[in-house]
C-alpha cells in the first residue's frame, strides 16, 4: 500500500513538474464544466469565434478589478464574434454564484472547483487570461486592456 501511494505521488509531482504552459500559436486545451445553471459549457462550442479564456475567483481582489473592463470589451465586441470563456477556481459554488450576480456578467461562467482544468493550463496564479484565435490557438497570454482591444480591433 506504501508503496503504490509513494508512485502515486511520484506521478503527480511528475505531471505538475512537466507540465507545461500554453504557449502563443499552440491549439487551446479543450474544457468542459457546468455554468451557472449546471449545464456543460465546452470551450470548442466557442470555436469561430474569438475567446478570452479568463480564470478568475470570487475571492480575488484583482480578479474582481478586471471586471469592468473587461465588461466594457465584451459589450464593444459581443456582436461582432468575441466570446469570454469566465472559469472560476472557486470551491463554493455559492459564492462563484453571488459574485457572478454581484457583479452582474452576461458571458459564459464556469466552475472549476477540482482545479483540474486549471492545472492542465498550468495556471497557478490569478487572474490569468488566454485570447484564442477562431481557429482555436492561443494568440494572446495575459493581455494588458491595451493589447486586447488591439487584437480585438485586429481580428473583428
Same mark, same amino acid.
Given at each position: 500500500?506504501?508503496?503504490?501511494?509513494?508512485?502515486?505521488?511520484?506521478?503527480?509531482?511528475?505531471?505538475? $513538474?512537466?507540465?507545461?504552459?500554453?504557449? =502563443? *500559436?499552440?491549439?487551446?486545451?479543450? @474544457? !468542459? &464544466?457546468?455554468?451557472?445553471?449546471?449545464?456543460?459549457?465546452?470551450?470548442?462550442?466557442?470555436?469561430?469565434?474569438?475567446?478570452?479564456?479568463?480564470?478568475?475567483?470570487?475571492?480575488?481582489?484583482?480578479?474582481?478589478?478586471?471586471?469592468?473592463?473587461?465588461?466594457? $470589451?465584451?459589450?464593444?465586441?459581443?456582436? =461582432? *464574434?468575441?466570446?469570454?470563456?469566465? @472559469? !472560476? &477556481?472557486?470551491?463554493?459554488?455559492?459564492?462563484?454564484?453571488?459574485?457572478?450576480?454581484?457583479?452582474?456578467?452576461?458571458?459564459?461562467?464556469?466552475?472549476?472547483?477540482?482545479?483540474?482544468?486549471?492545472?492542465?493550463?498550468?495556471?497557478?496564479?490569478?487572474?490569468?487570461?488566454?485570447?484564442?484565435?477562431?481557429?482555436?490557438?492561443?494568440?494572446?497570454?495575459?493581455?494588458?486592456?491595451?493589447?486586447?482591444?488591439?487584437?480585438?480591433?485586429?481580428?473583428?
Amino acid at each position: 500500500m506504501k508503496k503504490a501511494v509513494s508512485v502515486i505521488c511520484f506521478l503527480l509531482v511528475a505531471v505538475v $513538474l512537466f507540465a507545461q504552459d500554453p504557449e =502563443k *500559436g499552440s491549439k487551446a486545451k479543450e @474544457i !468542459s &464544466l457546468p455554468d451557472v445553471q449546471g449545464n456543460k459549457v465546452s470551450l470548442a462550442a466557442l470555436q469561430g469565434k474569438v475567446v478570452l479564456v479568463d480564470f478568475w475567483a470570487s475571492w480575488c481582489v484583482p480578479c474582481r478589478k478586471t471586471i469592468p473592463a473587461l465588461k466594457k $470589451l465584451y459589450n464593444s465586441y459581443k456582436d =461582432k *464574434g468575441f466570446e469570454i470563456y469566465g @472559469i !472560476s &477556481l472557486d470551491t463554493d459554488a455559492v459564492d462563484w454564484k453571488t459574485a457572478v450576480q454581484q457583479e452582474k456578467i452576461n458571458w459564459v461562467q464556469v466552475l472549476d472547483t477540482s482545479g483540474e482544468t486549471a492545472g492542465a493550463w498550468n495556471v497557478n496564479y490569478i487572474p490569468r487570461t488566454f485570447l484564442i484565435d477562431r481557429q482555436g490557438k492561443i494568440i494572446a497570454i495575459n493581455p494588458t486592456e491595451e493589447e486586447l482591444q488591439n487584437q480585438l480591433q485586429k481580428l473583428l
